[in-house]
T-cell receptor, first 115, second 116 residues
């Protein structure tokens, strides 16, 4: 089945130690998104890629970076995780961009714990 | 700026009861899309429905139904004969074009607990 896959499902890291979360998709969608969701809050968009074009949200901290080496994969890098970065990180994809008809499909998320 | 309000943060119902989850939105655009997603304890956001601003027809899918009323800017979701498997957090979301790309705003979510 076509889907959005995130690995690992749970990640524990130490304060200040760089961590990378991965997302892959078999939907062949052009757009990939990274959201941060803290406990009992709505998902918050960090950035997205349309193909190889990177688009950062204005309020996304510099500590968060992303890479998309090809259509199928997208990575979220947290350079120096702080305690406040503990959250669920959700990857999503949509077929196209700039069209409000496109539904976003989400992966299962990676829950990050910072010690 | 667009905004989605889900006033009910938590709801508990007994199995087989009907339950309605409220969603009220704000937008300046005439073209926009509304969504409902379900987030079970496993964490994945599961797409349930998409509705565009020009289609005010209500929709029914099995035990789920949606009532879109543009006049009140509401897009409410009803589960009929609720089941324990319906226990999850439900998010309403609004999508509109902002600066040439799709901007999705999620509500804070309503946690539904169905008690057996």
């Amino acid at each position: 089945d076509a889907m959005v896959i995130q690995n690992p499902r749970y990640q524990v890291t130490q304060f200040g130690k760089p961590v990378t979360l991965s997302c892959s998709q078999t939907l062949n969608h052009n757009v990939m998104y990274w959201y941060q969701q803290k406990s009992s809050q709505a998902p918050k968009l960090l950035f997205h890629y349309y193909d190889k074009d990177f688009n950062n949200e204005a309020d996304t901290p510099d500590n968060f970076q992303s890479r998309r080496p090809n259509t199928s994969f997208c990575f979220l890098d947290i350079r120096s995780p702080g305690l406040g970065d503990a959250a669920m990180y959700l990857c999503a994809t949509s077929r196209d961009w700039g069209r409000t008809t496109e539904t976003q499909y989400f992966g299962p998320g990676t829950r990050l714990l910072v010690l | 700026a667009q905004k989605v309000t889900q006033a009910q943060t938590e709801i508990s119902v007994v199995e087989k009861e009907d339950v309605t989850l409220d969603c009220v939105y704000e937008t300046r655009d005439t073209t926009y899309y509304l969504f409902w997603y379900k987030q079970p304890p496993s964490g994945e956001l599961v797409f349930l429905i998409r509705r565009n601003s020009f289609d005010e027809q209500n929709e029914i899918s099995g035990r789920y139904s949606w009532n879109f009323q543009k006049s009140t800017s509401s897009f409410n979701f009803t589960i009929t004969a609720s089941q324990v498997v319906d226990s999850a957090v439900y998010f309403c979301a609004l999508s509109e074009a902002v600066g040439g790309y799709q901007k999705v705003t999620f509500g804070i979510g309503t946690k539904l607990q169905v008690i057996p």
